[in-house]
């Protein structure tokens, strides 16, 4: 893939990447491969590529991942077939219900795993709403399905008939979420009805232990496009698995904690 381009280029071409491609963590995990025979700079890199990119849940389960391991080269291999091979989209397709006429499916962080879970479902109509943290336009133009999705407001009344509201989460701890800005806004807009429920969509990568998605929250800057929400204001968690409670989502986490992460970024 990379040819005869350095560790040090590979890391540099994924740090100019936007927090919103996809793909970032696998191609962070396949840069930070180069450096697994110097341990010293395997931290730096780490480090560096972190510092760009702070809120990006996959990506610290990434080098966490490798760097904890005796082989981190293996590691890092590893964390790429897992990350493309998720199929949190594909689970997610297969579980949201049937629809009432009139009733929609709500987003809240337009993503290539909802995007897939949306590939096959014709029989959905689907809303992105937009937020401070996420103006979903642009991420619909690379959509792959050939849903009409529309663009809404928090305050718009179609969410008023909203089946199921999916808001995707870019890092899960046990007891939080980092979401786009403006999610609270959404669910105090929508209120509380028991027709409806409301769910966290992560993935491979997504939950993490408690220091290490802490550490994730805290390195953000005050102008930061994300914000935080209780998981108790979840019904379920959509991941690889399928459709879980988050108390259990949350109580499988595969993520190490390593010292060298939690020490602030520069």
């Known amino acids: 893939m990379w040819g005869e381009v350095t560790p040090a280029e590979r890391l540099r071409s994924v740090t100019r990447r936007n927090l919103d491609d996809d793909t970032l963590a696998a191609a962070a995990a396949d840069a930070l491969a180069g450096f697994a025979d110097e341990p010293a700079s395997l931290v730096v890199a780490c480090r560096r590529v972190l510092a760009h990119h702070r809120a990006h849940g996959a990506l610290w389960w990434v080098c966490s991942r490798i760097l904890a391991a005796a082989d981190p080269a293996a590691a890092a291999h590893l964390a790429v077939r897992e990350l493309e091979a998720d199929r949190t989209g594909d689970r997610l397709g297969a579980t949201l219900p049937l629809l009432d006429e009139g009733e929609v499916v709500a987003v809240v962080g337009y993503t290539s795993t909802i995007d897939d879970a949306l590939l096959e479902r014709f029989d959905i109509d689907a809303v992105a709403v937009r937020v401070g943290g996420d103006d979903p336009v642009a991420a619909l133009r ?8 529309r663009v809404v407001d928090p305050w718009d009344p179609v969410l008023e008939r909203a089946s ?12 939080r979420a980092l979401v786009p800005l403006g999610t609270d806004e959404v669910l105090q807009e929508i209120g509380t009805d028991t027709r409806r429920e409301v769910w966290l969509v ?11 998605y802490d550490m994730v929250a805290s390195s953000l800057s005050d102008d930061a496009m994300f914000e935080e929400i209780s998981l108790q204001r979840f019904d379920r968690l959509a991941g690889p698995r399928g459709l879980e409670r988050p108390s259990d989502a949350t109580a499988r986490i595969d993520s190490p904690v390593v010292p060298e992460l939690l020490r602030p970024l520069n």
């Open 164 to 175: 199921r509201l999916l808001i995707s989460a870019t890092a899960i701890g046990p007891e």
């Open 142 to 149: 690379r959509r792959r399905s050939d849903h009409a999705v």
């Open 202 to 212: 992560g993935g491979v990568g997504r939950v993490l232990p408690a220091r290490v």
